[in-house]
């Protein structure tokens, strides 16, 4: 199972949601740091997505420099010009930047079991 937060393998964090019923497998929200378990219980007690953390704004950061060093790569700045493969691409860096990068942040305050 995965965290529902990151989608990175879970590591024995839970929240389960006291107005559903019990044993009911819908209920338990797993996730793989007290990080992402503080962000699925803040959005079940409010309703909202929180503003992005500090991880977060590093990680977009990141991911637009390797973004921006794609385009210019193909020599393009515009992004309606983009082929197909070069608009996947163009998504892939940026999705797999942002996602690698929260991961290794979020790794360095990992509980160490």
């Known amino acids: 199972m995965s965290c529902i937060v990151c989608r990175r393998d879970h590591r ?3 929240f389960t949601d006291p107005c559903t019923p019990p044993f009911e497998h819908l209920n338990t929200f797993r996730a793989c740091s007290m990080f992402c378990l503080d962000v699925i219980h803040h959005y079940w007690k409010v309703g909202d ?3 992005p ?3 977060e704004t590093q990680a977009l ?7 921006g060093e794609y ?6 700045t515009d992004l309606a010009t983009l082929t197909p ?3 996947a691409t163009f998504i892939q860096t940026v999705y797999e930047t942002s996602t690698g990068e929260i991961a ?7 509980v160490p079991f």
Request: proline fraction near 0%; glycine fraction near 4%.
């Open 12 to 14: 024995g964090f839970s």
């Open 71 to 76: 385009l210019e790569s193909i020599q393009k």
């Open 61 to 67: 950061a990141l991911a637009s420099d390797k973004a």
């Open 85 to 87: 493969e070069e608009w």
């Open 53 to 55: 953390t500090r991880h």
């Open 104 to 110: 290794r942040l979020t790794d360095q305050e990992a």
């Open 49 to 51: 997505v929180i503003d």
